[in-house]
């Protein structure tokens, strides 16, 4: 049966992690979603055709830069979560939130090296 709110505290804990959970999930592909709209039908001059004076490094950068730091804050509270998780014993939801935030810290790693493929495609 559906209940419009969670019942218990666990219920709870699943609907307060699910935001940091999905950001961890769908940044990457955002990103790399927009990294193919920037670095696509550049030409010879190495600039857009359309759109000629707008900055794509720059705003790589700057969307880099946002999704690093919520990726950092998922890192810290999912960790958190899992924890918590696995100290009441549910394993399962434990090695979700450990998993995500695992991701959350490669993701640390991979985006920002990802941001000089804008500049030379």
Known sequence: MFHLFPRGRQD?????????????????????????????????????????????????????????????????????FGFYQRAIGHRVSARVDFVLAALSIILLFVIPNMIPAVATS
Request: net charge negative.
């Open 12 to 80: 709870w804990l699943r609907v307060l992690a699910f935001p940091f959970q999905a950001f961890v999930i769908l940044a990457p592909i955002v990103f790399w979603y927009f990294m193919g709209l920037y670095g696509g039908c550049l030409d010879s001059n190495g600039s857009h055709p359309i759109y000629a004076r707008f900055d794509y490094v720059h705003a790589m950068t700057g969307l880099a830069d946002q999704i690093l730091i919520g990726c950092l804050v998922c890192f810290f509270v999912l960790l958190a």
